[in-house]
């Protein structure tokens, strides 16, 4: 039964997110090409800012809404109107502190426009009531909201931006898709779950934010090594490279999205084993876990093979330069797609210091990386930097909570490293032989298929009891 469940709640984020992340990567690709690297690198440059300031608001209360609701639907109605309270009160010190922000900040009078225009993502991602829905697995009613706001959104951009003096639009456009998907969330959970219960009782307002403090402090250290770079490069650097960086780096999130929504459809059936079976959470921890790194190897070795056909297709050559940087982002995949998943099992078990840790550790790696790598190489500098932060992440939950599960690995990764390396050993012998790199790709996941099979890793009844009941 939970499999079931599981596959459904991945169907419809995968549906909702996989629309709205390519209506997402269109309006990259659209604005790229209309207001150039320099205005898409103050659109990201501004967007960067405003979703640090979206963690503060957010606190760390999502996911804390998410567990206690998934454990115990009924305290949903009272955590709703609690969530509401804190945050209102968060908005308004948060659109204070940007304010201020606006005033010192060091840019021109159309890059502070911008970004005080993006503060209306604090009202509308702010209220916005994702997380009820989440706790009792309605994922289908996510999707309709998310995809909603996606398309007003590019409604408002193609209509109404044609050159790059319309670049205030962009955060217009953001906000009025928000305010639909807002209104839409908000009736629908009256709907769901009864009158929204206010309650003014400032001592469980202050256990809740001892609770969900170390999950909010959490992310904004991931935010810290997922945007800072953006932010770093935009203030030593230019909105150009910006531009030429956020190009590359907006790919290889929407990648990065398959293995994002696989983590989020995972989190209440991970909650709920936390408490009921560690041994059952643990198998589709693994599970889970082989069938990501399975596929993500090939992802990441095909998007390295096709970047330069990817970057002038979708950008064109003014973007030839961002083609090394997808080169190196693309690793990325991989290792969120497994740091992701651990995450969030970690955070189901109610160890938000540890998930706090992690991120910390990575956030101070990428913020000292990208202070001595930019300056001297720039957005290549950036990117290596977010990758060693990664992998700094990797490293910590392999040693406190990945190696304390008692399943070998020594099989699975003698034959991922055997299928690894006859990829990569196929790839040196016919990449001169081969022009056609669709058919030298087909050929390179033929082997490495192959290979899996051979170890026995490639276990089709091992896939199919992760998305189907047992």
């Not at 898709?177 to 309650?199: D, N, T």
């Not at 330069?308 to 995949?333: C, D, M, N, T």
Request: charged content about 15%; aromatic content about 12%.
């Amino acid at each position: 039964m939970i499999a079931r469940i599981h596959f459904r709640n991945f169907f419809y984020l995968s549906i909702a997110d996989g629309i709205s992340h390519v209506l997402f990567l269109g309006i990259v690709i659209y604005l790229a090409r209309v207001l150039g690297a320099e205005g898409l690198g103050t659109v990201t440059f501004a967007r960067s800012i405003i979703l640090y300031l979206l963690l503060i608001v957010n606190a760390g209360l999502e996911l804390y809404g998410i567990r206690a609701g998934s454990r115990d639907p009924r305290q949903i109605p009272h955590l709703i109107g609690t969530f509401l309270f804190l945050r209102f009160f968060l908005i308004i010190l948060v659109s204070c502190l940007l304010v201020i922000l606006v005033f010192f900040l060091p840019k021109s009078a159309e890059t502070k426009q911008v970004l005080l225009l993006y503060g209306g993502m604090l009202i509308t991602t702010g209220l916005l009531l994702e997380w009820p829905f989440q706790a009792v697995e309605r994922m289908h009613i996510l999707a309709v909201g998310r995809v909603l706001a996606e398309c007003l959104f590019v409604f408002v951009v193609i209509g109404l931006i044609h050159e790059s003096r319309d670049i205030l639009w962009v955060p217009v456009g953001r906000f009025l898709g928000g305010a639909a998907e807002l209104i839409l969330l908000f009736l629908l959970s009256r709907r769901l779950f009864g009158k929204i219960r206010f309650e003014w009782a400032p001592s469980r307002w202050r256990d809740i934010l001892k609770r969900s403090m170390p999950m909010g402090a959490g992310f904004i250290m991931v935010q810290v090594y997922s945007n800072m770079d953006n932010i770093m490069l935009g203030l030593i650097r230019s909105e150009q490279e910006v531009g030429l960086y956020a190009a590359a780096y907006k790919i290889v999130m929407a990648i990065v999205l398959a293995g994002v929504v696989y983590h989020k459809a995972l989190y209440p059936a991970l909650s709920r084993l936390s408490h009921q079976s560690i041994e059952k959470m643990n198998r589709l921890l693994v599970q889970s876990a082989r069938l990501l790194v399975i596929f993500a190897i090939p992802v990441v070795a095909a998007s390295w093979i096709l970047a330069a056909e990817l970057i002038s297709l979708l950008y064109g050559r003014e973007y030839v330069e961002s083609i090394p940087v997808f080169q190196i982002l693309i690793i990325k995949v991989l290792l969120m797609w497994v740091n992701g998943l651990t995450a969030n099992a970690v955070l189901a078990s109610d160890q938000e210091r540890r998930f706090l840790v992690s991120v910390t550790l990575g956030a101070l790696t990428n913020l000292l990386l990208n202070v001595f790598f930019i300056p001297h190489w720039g957005m290549t500098g950036a990117a290596v930097a977010t990758i060693l932060s990664e992998c700094v992440v990797f490293v910590y939950f392999f040693i406190v909570y990945l190696s304390r599960i008692r399943i070998s690995v020594m099989r699975d990764l003698r034959g991922l490293m055997a299928a690894v390396f006859s990829m990569g050993m196929v790839y040196i012998l016919l990449a001169s032989l081969i022009r056609q790199k669709i058919v030298l790709l087909i050929i390179l996941c033929f082997v490495y298929f192959s290979i899996l099979c051979i170890f026995k890793i490639l276990d089709f009844k091992r896939i199919l009891d992760v998305i189907r009941s047992r």
